[in-house]
Structure formats: C-alpha cells, structure tokens
C-alpha cells in the first residue's frame, strides 16, 4: 500500500512559478512509476507527466513539455513537479499519483493504483 500527500498549490499570477511536492510512505518507492495529473471544473482528469521508478526517464503531456519538469528523490520517497511560466489555463487541481510498476506507461490515469488527495493551483490573469 502507497499514500500519497501532495504539497505546494496556491494562488499565483500568469508567468510565475510553483512547485508541487508528493510524499509518499512504503517502502518501495522505486518499484513504482510516479505521475501527476490535473482536472479542471468541468473537465475531465489529463495527464501531465510521469518518470519512471529510477528516475531515469520521465514523459510529459505535449503541451506541457518546457514549461514543467518532473523529479524524483528516492531517497526521501519524494516527487515534485516544478511548473514555470504558469497560464490561467493551468489552473486545476493537481493529483499525485503511483503506478505499481516501474516502467512508464501511456499516460492514462486507469494505469495509476494509488493516488493523493489533490492540491489547488490556481493561476490568476
């Protein structure tokens, strides 16, 4: 069993910078591959980036990619998600997530087996 804490949302203003946090407890967190993903009212869950358990290789969404940078520190059972030059459209809440297996998948949130309870980040104009 993995729990997942996240960290770091808030308000910020278009063109600044966040950085997201995850926890994670267990004690194999490098079996697994860790991902975040966003959902804004009304919208549906999308991904937004994943690296794989020994950090190696990380994937991201197309149109995210440049803007956010995903990491990992396996030995503090830790990922983040740095997100820079942020757009009112990024705004949404942000959901950790851990996939049981440490190869990166497609991107779908179906693949994920363990997620934290979300954090806020909203981007003002």
């Known amino acids: 069993q993995v729990q997942l804490v996240e960290s770091g949302g808030g308000l910020v203003q278009a063109g600044d910078s966040l950085r997201l946090s995850c926890a994670a407890s267990?004690?194999?967190?490098?079996?697994?591959?860790m991902g975040w993903f966003r959902q804004a009212p009304g919208e549906e869950r999308e991904f937004v980036a994943a690296?794989?358990?020994?950090?190696?290789?990380?994937d991201y969404a197309a149109s995210l990619k440049g803007r956010f940078i995903i990491s990992r520190d396996n030995s503090k059972n830790t990922a983040a998600l740095q997100m820079n030059s942020l757009k009112p459209e990024d705004t949404a809440v942000y959901y950790c997530?851990?996939?049981?297996?440490?190869?990166?998948?497609?991107?779908?949130?179906?693949?994920?087996?363990?997620w934290g309870q979300g954090t806020q980040v909203t981007v003002s104009s």
């Open positions: 690296i794989s358990g020994s950090g190696n290789y990380a």
């Open positions: 267990g004690r194999t967190f490098s079996s697994h591959v």
């Open positions: 997530a851990a996939r049981s297996t440490p190869q990166v998948g497609a991107g779908y949130a179906y693949e994920y087996d363990y």
